[in-house]
């Protein structure tokens, strides 16, 4: 098969791939809108957790969870969510919301949109078990 051909066959094949996932609602971006959906994103991260209570972000892509096994942080990834426990980490306050540097190479820093009163909350939950 000629080079110029296969290059064809091969990119139109990637792109319809892409439009047809797109078409079918598969690039969604995830939002964590309700406590229903941070507790089955947790869990799917976390099986062995027990969830006590969620607090969301201002613009639903992060959420605080509290666990028996301490404070966690839940953000969304794309069409995907990511977890992690707070275990050891560094809260800065900005003008709009938190940056929380969780210590770990394999986890980024994450900046959380938060109003006022609920930074306070966030803060505490977070360093309270550090």
Known sequence: ???????????GGITMV?????????????????????????????????????????????ALVETDHGPGL??????DSTAHRAEDVTVTERDDGLTIDLHDFAAPGLTVRLP???????RQKLTEHA
Not at 74 to 79: H, K, N, Y
Not at 116 to 122: Q, S
């Open 1 to 11: 098969m000629p080079l110029p051909l296969l290059l064809t066959l091969v990119i």
């Open 18 to 62: 892409v439009i047809l996932l797109h078409l079918l609602g598969y690039s969604k971006r995830l939002h964590l809108e309700s406590e229903a959906i941070i507790r089955r994103e947790w869990a799917r991260h976390f099986p062995e957790d027990q969830v006590n209570a969620a607090h969301l972000s201002a613009d639903t892509l992060s």
């Open 74 to 79: 839940l953000w969304v990834m794309g069409a």
């Open 116 to 122: 006022a009163d609920a930074r306070a909350l966030w």
